[in-house]
């Protein structure tokens, strides 16, 4: 009668031992599993706040942009003066647009790459239309239509946009790049509006009030 019960006994054992070393195996292969995607979450937000670190809101997108086409306007208007003005204080102007836009230019084109913004490579159409009517003007007419346009529109709606981004941009890079710039545009308005004085007289016209 005991060789029967231990006998039976011996099955049973097994057949416990065996499903506690089933139930061991199924959670190592869960432990296994858990692990890499434990560890998958724990990277995946650090990668995703440094992606977003450089991301800018549309608005200071929108204005870099911007800033961007109104420099490509005022080089490119600037190149056109030097070539057909004849006028010794228009052409200095210009060169000192070139000069100091492009040095600009390439302050904001480092700051777009940083914060992930393509920016344009050519002035707006609407800048292109106006740089066409500018080219076809000669002479006096051409100085004086360069710093009107040129000089003092296109420097008063720059030193606006610029003002404004100091004031209320949400990037504080975007933010003390503009700060930065708007004094030298605020000169180049001062400039420009002395320029057009000059160039009205010489082509006849009475000062603008």
Do not use: C
Request: proline share 3%.
């Amino acid at each position: 009668m005991n060789d029967v019960v231990i006998r039976s006994s011996r099955p049973h054992s097994a057949v416990r031992w065996g499903r506690v070393a089933l139930a061991a195996a199924a959670v190592g292969l869960i432990a296994s599993v858990q692990a890499p995607a434990a560890f998958a979450q724990a990277v995946v937000p650090g990668a995703s706040a440094s992606a977003a670190a450089g991301k800018i809101s549309h608005k200071d997108s929108a204005f870099l942009k911007q800033a961007a086409e109104n420099g490509h306007a005022e080089v490119e208007s600037s190149k056109l003066a030097l070539q057909k003005s004849g006028n010794a204080d228009v052409k200095a102007f210009a060169q000192k647009m070139v000069d100091e836009h492009t040095k600009a230019g390439e302050e904001l084109s480092a700051l777009a790459a940083s914060k992930g913004v393509d920016l344009p490579k050519d002035p707006s159409m609407t800048q292109k239309g106006k740089m066409k009517v500018l080219s076809a003007r000669d002479g006096t007419s051409f100085d004086r239509h360069y710093a009107e346009s040129v000089g003092v529109e296109a420097h008063r709606d720059t030193v606006k946009l610029f003002d404004k981004a100091a004031k209320q941009s949400d990037d504080a890079d975007v933010k003390a790049f503009a700060a930065k710039t708007l004094p030298t545009l605020q000169h180049h308005l001062q400039e420009a509006q002395a320029l057009q004085t000059a160039t009205r007289a010489a082509d006849g016209k009475k000062p603008k009030q």
